[in-house]
């Protein structure tokens, strides 16, 4: 048996693994980045993103439902707030749309989910499952992906304003609210697993969702990769720019 | 209301899915039958399939608990004996395990599955997920497939002899015994299937059922032929030949 990680090598653990495995070290990060995309590539990405997002307010919605006080499923429920808004045409999955739209896409195409890549539903549905089926603590360390998104969003917005002129600030208008959103989620949900995971198995329990988490992000990018990237190996029935 | 397919046009309908999705039109299928990989793209291949079939049984086994009568439940439980067998050391995932060991592999680090792709992973386990979460129906049209396997096996283990010096008949063994029971579970799943479909809705819900299990198939090639056959994009932690 390991011993007991101290606080401060815990979080430095959980740090390494978005350091080693978050995906912004992937190469189509890089391409979209860049300017390195055409059109429908970078289409491709936001229609395909869009199943992650649509999952997200579910997988949260799930957490709630699992959370033992009204203390903690108050302040989960911000996250269902934020992505659903209060009211129609709010909340972040409403932006994405709107990005979708600012590209060019078909609202109805995109949020029937149709033209997805069946990689692309497989690994952010293995999200949804992964939330309901495992610890409560899992569920919630597997949201850690947060702690590193504040980076690769102001390099994402500035990189692409500057490389595609079919992109706008407007169009981009999510990522301007999920650079407050994620730090305080990443923030109470980080606090939470320093107090909750108490014995070295739960350490290691939070290490391996956060590792998880970053392979279900990891071949979403993977998957447009191959799809889009390469030539001619989009799959049956997907998307075709 | 589109109007319920004559009992031919339904099966002819399943039988397209396979002529246009199954992945025997895939291009990692064509190269690995025409000897055209080398020994660790094969043993990757192998090992990230494993998943596959060792979630075989498992999704088995929930369509097993959820079959109404003895006599459906006694019919579907063939399945489990084929794969999990009557004593240790038989049944089909064992012979997966002989074509693994003939390659080479450590069939520890098989069984763990920590080197298989994640993307190997969260297909095979939707596959697990789809079963469990939608109608009996579709569950049991989803195994379909089999309709279609008999001619890819026979190719493949043809192939397979003729290409690569490192396969022999013995660790293809698993494939003899599919050639058998393929057909005979395919036959009852797709009567099944003909006769319990009542509405078109049922009908377009069994085809849609039997798309995502090519969706499965196809994506498993996808993330094998990105990872193994382009270069340089073996995802973090998964099995490097």
Known sequence: MSALLSRGEFEARLRAVGAERYHSLHPFHRLLHDGKLNKGQVQAWA??????????PVKDAIIVSRLPTADLRRTWRVRLEDHDGNAPGEGGLERWLKLTDGLGLDRKVVASEAQALPA???AADAYVHFVRDRTVLEAIASSLTEMFSPTIIAER???????YDFVSKETLSYFNARMTQAPRDADFALNYCLEMASTRAEQDACIAALIFKCNVLW??????????VEPGHVPPGAFKP
């Open 47 to 56: 229609l395909n993103r869009y199943i992650y997002q649509a999952r997200i």
């Open 120 to 122: 692309t539903v497989f």
């Open 157 to 163: 917005v500035e990189g692409m304003l500057r490389g």
């Open 219 to 228: 071949s979403m990018l993977d998957a447009l990769h191959h799809a889009y």
